[in-house]
Structures are given as C-alpha cells and as structure tokens.
C-alpha cells in the first residue's frame, strides 16, 4: 500500500506547493477534487477538458514530483433537486479527464432525492412514522435508475471503479446501503472507506471492512475524536459547527488524533484492508479544526508511514 492525499486538504496553497508538500512528507499519489463540494483549489475542470495542454501540464506538475495521480474526486449531492445538476456535471467531467489521464477510480457520493415537490432532500435515519420508509423506497428507486446510467457511462470512459463514500445525508451512508447499491448495479461499485464518518455513526471500521471484502475500491485516511463525556449527554448527532472543537460530541482530527492507541489502530486498520483484499493508497483527507492543514496532513502521513510498516504494507 502506498500514502496518498486528496489535495483539498492543502488547498491553502498553490497546486505546486501543494504537491511539493505531499512529496517532502513521503506521499506517492494524489487525488484531484473537480467539484461538487470541492472548492477545485487544484484544477479547472472546464479548463483541463477543453485543453490539452492544461492537461499535459497537471500532468508534469503531478509525475514531476515523482507523485502519481490515482483517483479523481466529485462528491457532491448529483441526486439534489437544486444543485443535482451542477454536481452531476461534475461527476461526468471527472470520468471524461479519468479517461484522459488514464485514470480508473472515480470517488463520489451516492446522492440523495428529495420527495417529488421539495426542494431539499430528507435524510432517512428512523422507521417511524411510516411515511419515512415509503420516501426511503422512492429515494431507492430514483438512485438506481440513474446509478445504472452512471455506470454505463463509466465503462465508456474505462473507469472501472466508482468509489462511493458512505456519507452523513446521503442515500449511501453506511455498509448495508453501500452492498445494497452494488448488489443492483454490479461491481464498478465499490466503496471510498473512510472510518471517519463511520466511528461517529457508532459502527465499528474493522467489522465494517470485514463485511465489505472484496468491495473497496478506495481508501480516505481521515480520523474522528469522540468525546465520551459529551456523548454520554448531546448523543453522535451532532450540530455545532465544526469550528467549535471544545463543545463538539465529536470532530474530526488528523490520522492518529482519534483512538487512544493511535497507530495501533492504524496498523490494524491496514491489516484489515489487506484481508479484505484491498492494497491501493490510503488518501489523506484533513478536516482536522484544530491545526494547521500542514500540520494536519504531516502528522497523518507519519501515522500511516509507521502502521504501513508495523503491518509489513509498507511500499
């Protein structure tokens, strides 16, 4: 396994500061944010797809630096009844430069409907009252019709992995919905695992790449701190905004920032990876509130350098 990152998370500075950072802190691939809820700190999608010199130059910028481009990112909400089509847009130019850069992994969202009428989707997380299990089924319904369009037009582009991040507010957000998905519409469908998202929704990471053998096709490096004191009172659903760190039930923090034994988990968090047959990059996400992005993402990079090695990954 090798140590990637999603650029984003140094999307304080330029594209090459940013990829001279990942390459001084022993990173061998990147991913590219093209929009969605990206801000695109890194890339003109528009610009990349129009022109191939653009293209030839993210190139060189990338390999220059002996880095690697290995996925492309467009999480976003394609399924929204407002901003669905900008996002969606988005996702069909990332499997158009994929092809471009010869690039198969493609990381998104499932997306989420809204019920017919509204003008903002509702997440289901009860069976009570009835009404939400009848809009589950029909956000069910409208996410399979378009996902089975998706995949054909990413088998016409070659990418053979769309990496779906199981995701707070998305029709997609735990294993069971992720295995529901790729059970209907095959294989191309696999999983962008991030543990972040799972720890604070209550799910065990390891049972949960247990489960999913065979059905990674990507890995997010992000890690989640919870605070017990504050979970024992607020509960995991949480709304504080992310900046206020001191009164949170919980935050996300920088790789190795989460459980108490910090690389400890990480190694075995790669070793449950490799069991489960996945040995592609471990993309560093940083939306640690509380340090610097490059404090953040170096700190990251170490405690997966060190996991990497105690469970013999190393590249």
Request: aromatic fraction near 6%; charge should be negative.
């Amino acid at each position: 396994m090798e140590i990637g990152l999603l650029t984003d998370s140094l999307g304080d500075r330029p594209l090459e500061a940013a990829l001279d950072f990942a390459a001084d802190n022993g990173i061998s691939t990147v991913e590219i944010g093209l929009g969605g809820w990206s801000p695109k700190p890194h890339a003109n999608p528009g610009a990349l797809l129009a022109d191939p010199a653009a293209r030839d130059g993210l190139r060189r910028a990338i390999a220059d630096r002996g880095l690697r481009l290995e996925a492309l990112n467009a999480s976003g909400n394609q399924l929204h009844p407002v901003e669905g089509p900008a996002d969606d847009a988005a996702v069909r130019g990332a499997l158009e430069l994929a092809n471009a850069y010869e690039v198969d992994t493609v990381v998104l969202m499932s997306g989420l409907p809204a019920k017919p009428g509204d003008a903002f989707p509702a997440w289901i997380t009860t069976v009570w009252p009835k009404e939400n299990l009848e809009l589950l089924e029909h956000q069910w319904d409208v996410a399979l019709e378009y996902w089975q369009g998706l995949v054909e037009e990413a088998q016409r582009h070659g990418v053979t992995k769309l990496a779906v991040e199981m995701h707070a507010n998305q029709l997609v957000s735990s294993v069971p919905g992720l295995l529901r998905l790729r059970e209907a519409i095959g294989p191309t469908v696999g999983a962008n695992f991030d543990p972040s998202h799972l720890w604070w929704m209550g799910a065990d990471p390891i049972a949960a790449i247990d489960t999913l053998d065979g059905a990674i096709h990507h890995v997010h490096a992000k890690d989640t701190a919870l605070s017990a004191e504050r979970v024992r009172v607020r509960g995991r659903l949480e709304t504080l905004p992310n900046e206020r760190v001191d009164e949170r039930a919980w935050n996300y923090v920088a790789v190795g920032l989460g459980e108490p034994d910090g690389v400890g988990f990480w190694t075995r968090f790669v070793e449950a990876l490799a069991a489960a047959g996945y040995d592609g990059p471990l993309s560093i996400e940083n939306e640690d509130y509380a340090l610097s992005a490059s404090d953040s993402v170096a700190l990251a990079a170490r405690t997966l350098d060190e996991a990497l090695r105690r469970a013999g990954r190393a590249a």
